[in-house]
């Protein structure tokens, strides 16, 4: 057996330990890892320094890498807040007495060890640690390697507050090396329940392709806005700047604005916010005339068929003119990742049209697709919006960390 | 594009049809189904005939492959109990108005496309169709190239059936060729949404290997019962002799029986009735001695280490002693898949235990593991038993062929 299999051996023998762990105990030990990371954050700050010190500082990564005393409050906050949620385990969720007499009852119980792949940035190591313990998984932290000093010295303080509470201290563990551990993680079956990976399209093909143990595939938005015929124009606009500009950057970011034809003289107001953002739009034909001499022309371009069905993760739009509904939702199905799409209308039967046949984690009628957030639909701390059908699909709180299993109370029961 | 990407290309679109059918014509389709089948009934068994006369009588597929007046009546039967079945779709799962007023309901939706892979029953064809149309699934299926015939005919009645309610008939779709084809299927990201593999291990870990879109994997059960120090051991003789000898083929039958060493003087009794289903047990050394002179010599065996771990599918036991609880759960977490598992125990506190400890998806007490089934369990119809964590575990009811989606109907929320 490799090294890192008899790691994975002994974070699988510690996961049975902890899945018979009290709630409370759980929650002591959140909140004294927050205190600890708090009180010891000169320690991982003179680390996270040599993190850096092997980057350029004009390299993209030295920004998610840097961690400050801000930063590692907003960890601690982090901590202490998922401590505090309410936990997701030994739920009853169905129970009921069969014909027999066997007493029958659904638990909810941690799914066992989870794998969780990302990129550079320190804080998730503390994040998804959270995230497990608290639903009563071990966890195998996979980190960017720029930031592997960092991100031990965060373990080395959770699992010393482990051990003070008598707790197997494999229950977390963080693992280095290339592509060759990645793999083994992403294959290591009857070790490993669940690998998640956190990071950009590229991560999640490659996990996507490589895993042989079930992967929740999280973040994948190509996030369309339909806006129909009868519309109120002002609120509209609010919408589409708030869904463009929120957070650019985020899954739930709107890519692709789909314009009733009958609106495209109102186009100029429905996307005069974004210009104050300097938001790039590429039009087509129709919208482009629309727009032109009413939107700045530096902002302004001509559409080509690689703008529709991407995810920009940027100040950038595109912008569809179609001729009715039925257009709208053929180009929503047909370029959709699934993530969250909305219809601006003040008809409601067009709107209920679109909240039923859009296939989509999320459907809005009216809303800001940046709504699309575990903690906005209160689900407590968020796991990842899932993009996939099986186990979760959208916003995923910490029941998403968790599987079932039957109990069955017998007093003698055969099969007939 | 292949011939197969164009069958799936208008299987997913006829699916986005399918999710906007009414209940009632959901239910109206399977029943006129079943009422064809039988009428049809001598155009399937001719058909049945040219499957057969390629096979050797003494092939053990060919019980499996013939078709009977009464097969046809048990497939027409199953057809009317799921169509009466109530629907798994649309049903509210979660509902709240959120702080800023947006009113969001979590609602099952079907998952889309199903691809099964199975051997050669060509009843499996009628029953998969039952199970994804009643749930709203289209459904692509590729079955056993014996039986091909046999499930063409099949199918050709139920198409002739959607046509005349008007729906399109490519909802279920039967596919031929050999590996080749059943790769693509359990590649086709985007166009289909879950592969069900049902047949024995090597179909299973086939699929498991080469698919790239979602399985459920279902079927594969090491199963144990434990028999405590403290037992009423005339209700444990009985529910041993159910778990191996119900059923043996199925994977809920009894592969390990486990027996604290306390109980070794009353192995005899607890094994007796066994003998006269002539069951072949066997025997590490303690329960061997326990046994020789009272189990009938011609199946007693000693047991080698391949025995412990191993389903065996027949009329085989192993049967191994242990010191204590702490032992049999060791034993139970090593080697079981997870499956069903029993403690059979007059001891609350060890009954207790075990249904904590040992990471299954239907832990027993004083009950016999041939209960798992979703018949049994109330579930309606059977999707399978799954032995994952994620999704759905253990027996699975038609809501495993389901999903959700948030819905969430707003008047210009945004996100601030």
């Known amino acids: ?18 899945a018979l762990l009290p709630e409370a105990k759980i929650k002591a030990v959140l909140k004294d890892c927050a205190i600890a990371l708090k009180r010891e954050q000169s320690a991982i700050l003179a680390v996270n320094q040599q993190d850096l010190s092997r980057l350029e500082p004009a390299s993209p990564l030295y920004a998610r890498l840097e961690l400050t005393k801000e930063k590692i409050s907003d960890i601690a906050a982090g901590l202490k807040q998922i401590a505090n949620l309410p936990s997701p385990l030994n739920r009853i969720l169905e129970s009921r007495t069969l014909p027999n007499g066997l007493k029958l009852s659904r638990r909810s119980v941690p799914l066992g060890v989870i794998g969780v792949i990302y990129e550079s940035r320190p804080n998730v190591t503390a994040d998804v640690f959270a995230l497990a313990f608290k639903s009563g998984n071990a966890c195998v932290l996979k980190g960017g390697k720029e930031a592997q000093r960092s991100s031990a010295a965060i373990i080395k303080i959770i699992k010393k507050i482990l051990r003070r509470h008598g707790i197997n201290p494999y229950v977390v563990e963080l693992i280095s090396g290339g592509r060759s551990e990645a793999q083994q993680l992403m294959r290591a079956r009857g070790l490993v329940d669940l690998i998640i990976p956190r990071g950009g399209p590229g991560l999640i093909s490659y996990v996507r392709d490589h895993a042989t143990v079930p992967v929740i595939e999280t973040g994948a938005g190509v996030v369309h806005t339909y806006v129909d015929a009868n519309v109120n124009v002002a609120q509209a ?17 709107l890519d692709t604005l789909l314009v009733h034809r009958a609106q495209l003289k109102n186009l100029p107001r429905l996307v005069a916010p974004l210009a104050r953002s300097r938001v790039i739009i590429f039009a087509d ?32 739009l595109a912008v569809k003119s179609v001729d009715n509904l039925d257009e709208a939702l053929a180009h929503i199905n047909r370029h959709s990742s699934q993530h969250s799409e909305a219809i601006l209308s ?26 699309s957030d575990g903690g906005v639909f209160g689900l407590g701390a968020e796991v990842g919006i899932s993009t996939q059908k099986l186990h979760a699909r959208g916003p995923m709180g910490l029941s998403a960390l968790t599987t079932y299993k039957w109990i069955a109370r017998g007093t003698g029961q055969i099969r007939r």
């Open 346 to 371: 003040a008809d409601k039967q067009n709107c209920e049209r679109f909240l039923a046949e859009v296939d989509a984690a999320v459907v809005y009628g009216n809303a800001a697709t940046t709504l």
């Open 285 to 316: 034909a129709k919208s482009y005339r629309a727009l032109a001499s009413h939107y700045p022309a530096e902002l302004l371009r001509p559409a080509t068929a690689k703008h529709f069905g991407r995810e920009f993760l940027a100040l950038q």
């Open 1 to 18: 057996m490799t090294k890192l299999g008899h790691v994975l051996t002994r974070v699988r023998a510690s996961s049975r330990e902890l």
């Open 237 to 253: 606009a609010r919408i589409i700047d708030n869904a463009k500009t929120n957070r650019p950057a985020a899954c739930n970011a």
